[in-house]
Structure formats: C-alpha cells, structure tokens
C-alpha cells in the first residue's frame, strides 16, 4: 500500500553539485509527473511521462533532465544545482486520461548553497 | 493558460466554525481535484470531482463546471484541518494530464 514514494525527504546540495531524486510508484499508473513548488505559490509541472520511454517538458524544465525505463519509476535529475532550485519537489502519478486522480509522494525538499 | 484563483487567500477560524473556500478557473476543464497540504507539507487527496457534490465526513465539494467554480465547505472545524487547501484542474493536453494548480488557501484554526 506504498502508493507514491519519493526519496531523499531532504537534501542539501552545494551550487554545480548534481543529485537525482528518486520516484517510484506502484499503482501500475501510466503518466507520472515532478513539480516544485516554492513559498506563496502553487505546484509547477517540470516534466511529465505519459508512459516508459516517454517524457516532455512541463512549464518550467529548465535546469532538469528525467527519463522512463519502467512504468514505476521515474528519477528525476539536477545536473548542475543552482540556488534558483531550491524548492519542495513532488512526484505524482495516475491513470492516463481525463477521469483520473492523482496522487502525490511526500515530497523532497531540497535547499542549494 | 488557465486561470485557478482562490479565495480567500487566508482564513483564520475558532474551533467548530464552517468555512467556504472557492476555486474559480478561467476555462473549461476535464476534472478538478481538492487537496490538503498539512503542515509537514505533505499533500492530500480531499476529492476528485469534476462536477456535482461529494461529502467525506465534515468536508464536502461542489464543482459546478458549466459556471467554472467549484466550492469546498468546510464545517465543525479542528485544530487538525489547519494547513494550506489547494485545488487543481486538469487539462488534457496533446502530451498528457497537465495539473495546473490554484494559489491556496492558508487556513489556521484555533482553539
């Protein structure tokens, strides 16, 4: 009954380090996503899968990477930390399709120095 | 894009008040979600309603989609329902189900 799960829970990193945070799910869903979500604002879509092997950029993608070998993971990569992204990152997944619901891991936040 | 606008942006109650907080949104949309950030910022999934009225205990939602609102009630409130109240619409796109996510509401109850 793990549902979404996300890896580290926090994370300090110093600028130009790299790191990759961790995003499994076992509710055989097809599309996963990652966003951040920083003080006084809502969630922002960084990138998306609709399905392993697939994946597209969301509203603000700069400054990460990510790839789907299988369906239930989905890391979701830092190359060269800035401080502009330190952040609370969460990683959802559902069903593909509009009669769907979402479900989000607890979250990773990370602070760059 | 989308438009989601909350109000109020912040709510301050007495134990055991109701409260409404409204979601509107700028167009039409395939499903809208409520969710409760607690205050170890973990997010939780309150209702998944892209029309009509669902009740869970002391919460309840409305979405009317055709006037692009919908409304969560909150009532007999505890200390516990404290935390940031999010709601999130769903646009299907040529890729995939984008989320795009209102403001909040910033909701402390007290004793």
């Known amino acids: 009954n793990a549902g979404v799960t996300q890896t580290p829970k926090f994370q300090v990193l110093k600028t130009g380090q790299s790191m990759t945070l961790q995003c499994a799910q076992d509710?055989?869903?097809?599309?996963m996503s990652w966003y951040r979500q920083d003080p006084g604002m809502g969630l922002r879509l960084i990138h998306y899968?609709?399905?392993?092997?697939?994946?597209d950029q969301g509203e603000v993608p700069n400054g990460y990477n990510v790839s789907r070998s299988t369906t239930e993971d989905f890391p979701l990569r830092l190359l060269s930390a800035a401080p502009s992204q330190t952040s609370v990152y969460f990683c959802?997944?559902?069903?593909?399709?509009?009669?769907?619901?979402?479900?989000f891991g607890q979250g990773t936040r990370l602070t760059v120095v | 894009g989308i438009q989601v606008e909350q109000s109020p942006p912040d709510l301050i109650l007495q134990e055991g008040a109701n409260s409404t907080l409204r979601c509107n949104f700028s167009d039409s949309v395939n499903n809208l979600q409520w969710f409760h950030q607690n205050p170890w910022g973990q997010l939780i999934n309150l209702f998944y309603i892209p029309s009509g009225t669902k009740q869970n205990g002391r919460l309840s939602a409305t979405t009317v989609a055709t006037e692009r609102y919908s409304l969560l009630y909150i009532s007999s409130s505890q200390t516990t329902d404290s935390g940031v109240y999010f709601c999130a619409v769903l646009i299907l796109t040529g890729g995939g189900n984008k989320l795009t996510f209102g403001t909040g509401t910033q909701l402390k109850v007290e004793l």
């Open positions: 509710m055989n869903h097809e599309y």
């Open positions: 899968s609709v399905g392993a092997g697939i994946t």
């Open positions: 959802a997944s559902s069903y593909f399709g509009q009669h769907t619901e979402a479900f």
